[in-house]
């Protein structure tokens, strides 16, 4: 028993020296990368880390001496701020709006081009190109498509006899017809990943399921969507990562209005940096982060893997 224990003992403190020679060699190689990371992104976001808690401002650039440590003085303002409650919720409407459609519109056509054989590869271009597309350029077309006396929209609509609306000048309407856009300009990139993941699904198993009796639907929700998870995952991460920073189509389109209806956190940090309050905008950017990472753990608690003994409570 002890001999046993000793050699093993033994091996494990041997180390092989080739891999410690290629160990070696990757540190060197990724070292150039390393530093430039540190200096450039690092350092940067440590230095912001540090302004969250300051009062710098933008006169303070120039003497650094006169900034004084606040502490979390501005992380309590942001909380009590009545506009920035206000972007907070604005946020979560953008989330709660945009994920799943994006999610769902992208999942529908990723479905249909599956089934599709001949011209796959143009649909998939096809829908893809608003994702390459200036978010610039998109946000001014469908701007003049919303606008109220000739756009396209309420053109539509007076020819069935409605007055169309002011999409963009209603507080109520404006952050939905936001979200429409954002739909329309990023499910390419959900389909093209929900795609690739449809692909991977053994025809067999659809087949069996099928010559059992099995409904299309049931296919869809017992087979498809699970072996789907780890790609629903993936996709809801980068989608919700992107609504969370919803900035230029608000900033293009409405400029935040009516009446704030429309403005994001991150067009709230982007204000407070260009008003020159440095030390308060640093403490919302990391409100922000907080909530990125929230966001992220919940969705893999969601979506994530299921533990065994999770499965065997599901079985029970």
Same mark, same amino acid.
């Given at each position: 028993?002890? $001999?046993?224990?000793?050699?093993?003992?033994?091996?494990?403190?041997?180390?092989?020296?080739?891999?410690?020679?290629?160990?070696?060699?990757?540190?060197?190689?990724a070292l150039p990368f390393v530093l430039l990371f540190a200096v450039?992104?690092?350092?940067?976001?440590?230095?912001?880390?540090? @302004?969250?808690?300051? !009062?710098?401002?933008?006169? !303070?650039?120039?003497?650094?001496?006169?900034?004084?440590?606040?502490?979390?003085?501005?992380?309590?303002?942001?909380?009590?701020?009545?506009?920035?409650?206000?972007?907070?919720?604005?946020?979560?409407?953008?989330?709660?709006?945009?994920?799943?459609?994006?999610?769902?519109?992208?999942?529908?056509?990723?479905? &249909?081009?599956?089934?599709?054989?001949?011209?796959?590869?143009? /649909?998939?271009?096809?829908?893809?190109?608003?994702?390459?597309?200036?978010?610039?350029?998109?946000?001014?077309?469908?701007?003049?498509?919303?606008?109220?006396? &000739?756009?396209?929209?309420?053109?539509?609509?007076? +020819?069935?006899?409605?007055?169309?609306?002011? +999409?963009?000048?209603?507080? $109520?309407?404006?952050?939905?017809?936001?979200?429409?856009?954002?739909?329309?300009?990023?499910?390419?990139?959900?389909?093209?990943? /929900?795609?690739?993941?449809?692909?991977?699904?053994?025809?067999?198993?659809?087949?069996?399921?099928?010559?059992?009796?099995?409904? &299309? +639907?049931?296919?869809?929700?017992?087979?498809?969507?699970?072996?789907?998870?780890?790609?629903?995952?993936?996709?809801?991460?980068?989608?919700?990562?992107?609504?969370?920073? /919803?900035?230029?189509?608000?900033?293009? @389109?409405?400029?935040?209005?009516?009446?704030?209806?429309?403005?994001?956190?991150?067009?709230?940090?982007?204000?407070?940096?260009?008003? &020159?309050?440095?030390?308060?905008?640093?403490?919302?950017?990391?409100?922000?982060?907080?909530?990125?990472?929230?966001? $992220?753990?919940?969705?893999?608690?969601?979506?994530?893997?299921?533990?065994?003994?999770?499965?065997?409570?599901?079985?029970?």
């Open positions: 028993m002890s $001999t046993v224990t000793r050699t093993g003992s033994s091996r494990s403190r041997h180390v092989d020296p080739t891999r410690r020679q290629q160990a070696v060699a990757a540190w060197a190689l450039f992104s690092l350092g940067p976001v440590l230095a912001s880390l540090g @302004m969250s808690f300051t !009062d710098m401002r933008r006169t !303070d650039i120039r003497d650094p001496l006169a900034v004084n440590p606040v502490g979390l003085d501005n992380y309590v303002q942001l909380v009590q701020d009545p506009l920035f409650r206000k972007v907070t919720l604005n946020t979560l409407l953008y989330l709660l709006l945009g994920v799943p459609a994006t999610m769902a519109v992208a999942l529908l056509v990723a479905i &249909g081009i599956n089934r599709v054989e001949r011209f796959r590869g143009f /649909f998939r271009v096809g829908y893809y190109l608003p994702v390459v597309t200036s978010i610039v350029a998109v946000s001014v077309v469908w701007k003049f498509l919303y606008r109220d006396n &000739g756009g396209l929209f309420n053109t539509l609509l007076g +020819w069935v006899g409605i007055d169309g609306p002011g +999409w963009l000048d209603s507080t $109520t309407l404006a952050l939905p017809s936001l979200v429409l856009m954002a739909v329309w300009r990023n499910f390419g990139t959900l389909m093209v990943i /929900f795609l690739a993941g449809l692909q991977t699904i053994p025809q067999e198993v659809n087949e069996a399921a099928e010559v059992d009796g099995a409904s &299309g +639907w049931a296919r869809f929700r017992h087979i498809t969507l699970p072996m789907l998870r780890p790609t629903l995952l993936f996709g809801a991460v980068i989608t919700g990562l992107g609504y969370l920073q /919803f900035f230029e189509e608000a900033f293009v @389109m409405t400029k935040g209005g009516p009446l704030d209806s429309t403005r994001s956190a991150t067009y709230f940090t982007f204000d407070q940096f260009g008003f &020159g309050n440095y030390g308060y905008a640093a403490a919302a950017s990391y409100l922000l982060f907080l909530a990125v990472v929230l966001l $992220t753990w919940a969705q893999f608690r969601w979506l994530g893997e299921r533990d065994d003994a999770t499965v065997k409570g599901a079985k029970k």
